[in-house]
């Protein structure tokens, strides 16, 4: 009951901010939470531009996905007497939070189940039958729901709820094993965001060995000990096998997906450009960084500097950057695909062309998923100052720079800086903690047997 409690207060704080007069003094137009792939406000000027038979992309100001647009473009336009116009918008993003938050619950509540299977075939099952052992589940979700950086995207009219959504979406049918449901999610988040695209990877541990357990050698190792002892037993502990049929059927039905997705983008976009044309203003503007307007991430401020010469060199190496960490932790983190989604949501999010801060808001309720797990972590106070540090100051760099003219762009970059090296910090700590637990439990069970 105290979690619904919660819950439906961090609703009802959400449609109270958004009655609030001129929406927290125009949260929409704050780089922080809106950027030229996520603003509401850019959405509704692509809207308006179809419907007057114009190409949403002509101009500059559209760049999102065709699916955001039939999704959130009419109710862009719907106008009900008595309140804003961004109130519709809002409640659907309200929705999307909520939706969110019970899939992060549901993911959460799986992974107990399996971790409690998985100890208990170790004979560790003290572990979670501790008093000490917290709701993973019930807590990530508050965390999401509760996240100033959740709330503000909320009410900041940005899309980011809907992207976090089938992010979210995906992670859960693969953490239950449903192919369609993963595939779906899968190819609509890659459609609209394109980074979630690295996801495939984490997608397909979770089909093939199911959620985040103990190093699968232990589990060899104890049934080679049963063996020799001659107890074997129903109940004794099996080596997890990699299932390749849940994987076939993902990438079956990612196909399937895939190809109604950009068949029904053809269709939307047919009489300006078609595909090439909503590629090209889609993914080449994120990965070509075109709009170099002050945002949370790095890019901008680098490439505004950079010579063109060298400026296709160093697109490719920001880029392929986060390719080179993908296949190591995925060696390293094999055994725990949940855990290894939110280490590539968070390094996608530092060096991805325009973040936001409901890109932050989604990997620290995945990262809450683990707090158990991340119990011992070092740094954790450094970590929880430093973002509630850098969200005080960038804005406060912000309007130093921009409306008061005392400042420059370099007080504002260095809060970008300073961000960015909090997420690697704790990328690199969680990383660091969840190896030490992993490894506390071979040592429980190297005693045991």
């Known amino acids: 009951m105290g979690l619904w409690k919660w819950t439906w207060a961090s609703i009802l704080l959400r449609l109270i901010l958004i009655y609030f007069p001129h929406n927290l003094f125009n949260l929409s137009s704050r780089p922080e939470l809106s950027t030229p792939l996520t603003s509401l406000r850019r959405l509704a000027e692509g809207y308006w531009l179809k419907q007057s038979s114009i190409s949403p992309y002509a101009g500059s100001m559209y760049h999102g996905s065709p699916i955001l647009l039939s999704l959130l473009g009419p109710v862009t336009v719907i106008r009900i007497e ?7 918008c809002s409640l659907v993003f309200v929705i999307a939070d909520f939706a ?13 189940a399996a971790c409690s299977k998985k100890l208990n075939s170790l004979n560790l099952g003290k572990l979670v039958d501790n008093p000490d052992f917290l709701s993973a589940g019930d807590i990530a979700a508050l965390v999401y729901l509760w996240n100033p950086f959740t709330i503000f995207t909320c009410v900041g009219s940005s899309t980011s ?3 976090n959504f089938f992010i979210i979406l995906t992670l859960y049918g693969a953490c239950k094993r449903l192919p369609p449901l993963a595939a779906f999610g899968w190819v609509v988040s890659s459609q609209v965001a394109l980074y979630p695209a690295i996801l495939i990877i984490p997608v397909i541990f979770l089909l093939g060995y199911g959620p985040d357990s103990p190093p699968r050698k232990l589990f060899l190792k104890k049934n080679l000990s049963k063996i020799k002892n001659d107890i074997l037993s129903k109940q004794s502990a099996q080596p997890t096998y990699f299932s390749w ?9 990612a196909s399937i997906f895939a ?3 950009f068949i029904l983008c053809g269709l939307y976009m047919k009489e300006y450009g078609g595909l090439q044309e909503m590629l090209q203003r889609t993914y080449g503007f994120m990965l070509t960084v075109e709009d170099l307007s002050p945002n949370i991430g790095v890019l901008w401020y680098f490439f505004a500097e950079v010579f063109d010469f060298f400026r296709n060199f160093f697109l490719i190496v920001f880029h392929v950057n986060i390719l080179f960490m993908l296949l190591p932790l995925a060696i390293r983190l094999n055994h725990r695909p949940c855990f290894l989604a939110f280490v590539y949501i968070a390094i996608s999010s530092i060096l991805k062309s325009y973040p936001s801060v409901g890109d932050s808001a989604l990997y620290l309720g995945l990262l809450s998923l683990f707090v158990n797990e991340l119990a011992d972590m070092q740094f ?5 100052s430093g973002y509630v540090g850098v969200s005080l100051l960038s804005p406060v760099m912000h309007n130093l720079w921009i409306w008061r003219g005392t400042g420059n762009a370099n007080f504002y970059f260095a809060t970008a800086m300073a961000y960015a090296c909090f997420q690697i910090v704790l990328v690199v700590e969680s990383v660091n903690a969840i190896l030490n637990h992993d490894r506390k439990i071979r040592k429980l069970c190297t005693t045991t047997t």
């Open 82 to 88: 008595g309140l804003p116009p961004h109130v519709l």
């Open 259 to 261: 190809s109604c997705v």
């Open 380 to 384: 954790s106070f450094f970590l929880f």
């Open 245 to 253: 049929t849940s994987v076939v059927l993902f990438f079956l039905w």
């Open 161 to 163: 709820p809907i992207e």
């Open 100 to 112: 969110t938050a019970m899939l992060i619950r549901a993911i959460g509540h799986n992974l107990k």
